[in-house]
T-cell receptor
């Protein structure tokens, strides 16, 4: 089972700025999911993008998927302090999670 | 409310004393899974179950047991806990075909073994 590798490991931005985090994986997938985890809490499913989709939106979230490069990105626009969390990608059906990206949004 | 309920939330125990962490979901999901989360290592799958009486090992099953006698419940059993099992544990469930829903996670159990 493959694990997504999130990049960067940590990201610190000011409120109102956009935050971009990336995920790379190794083998072909049918879909890829992004999750958020607030400190010490369970992961919350954010969005799923299928292999035949290149971009998907949900509120302030924009996810892209480039199957040729085996990579995905998560963009959070107009970030808020409440977006401070760790973000994880899970490529494919096996739901293997990497170390995640720790996002800090400073007021 | 659709949810995965884990108990207890916090647990401190001594080496060798058997313990059980309970997990229950109310969404009629076939697939349930246990993860442990350690700093810098992400979430690692311990065991999973695709339906009643069907369980299988994940990536780090040593020292753990599970059972799936009913669809809603998936307890995690540590027969003889050791300090290296100190971790944050999560139970999660989803439909067998993930579709667009992904996992629903429990709130976590922080276990300390002294």
């Amino acid at each position: 089972s493959q694990q997504g590798e999130e990049d960067p490991q940590a990201l610190s931005i000011q409120e109102g700025e956009n935050a971009t985090m990336n995920c790379s994986y190794k083998t072909s997938i049918n879909n890829l999911q992004w999750y958020r985890q607030n400190s010490g809490r369970g992961l919350v499913h954010l969005i799923l993008i299928r292999s035949n989709e290149r971009e998907k939106h949900s509120g302030r979230l924009r996810v892209t998927l480039d199957t040729s490069k085996k990579s995905s990105s998560l963009l959070i626009t107009a970030s808020r302090a409440a977006d401070t969390a760790s973000y994880f990608c899970a490529p494919g059906q096996n739901f293997v999670f990497g170390p995640g990206t720790r996002l800090s949004v400073l007021p | 409310e659709a949810q995965v309920t884990q108990n207890p939330r916090y647990l401190i125990t001594v080496t060798g004393k058997k313990l059980t962490v309970t997990c229950s979901q109310n969404m009629n999901h076939e697939y349930m899974s246990w993860y442990r989360q350690d700093p810098g290592l992400g979430l690692r799958q311990i065991y999973y179950s695709m339906n009643v009486e069907v369980t299988d090992k994940g990536d780090v099953p040593e020292g753990y047991k599970v059972s799936r006698k009913e669809k809603r419940n998936f307890p995690l059993i540590l027969e003889s806990p050791s300090p290296n099992q100190t971790s944050l544990y999560f139970c999660a469930s989803r439909p067998l075909q993930a579709g667009s829903h992904g996992y629903t996670f429990g709130s976590g159990t922080r276990l300390t073994v002294v």
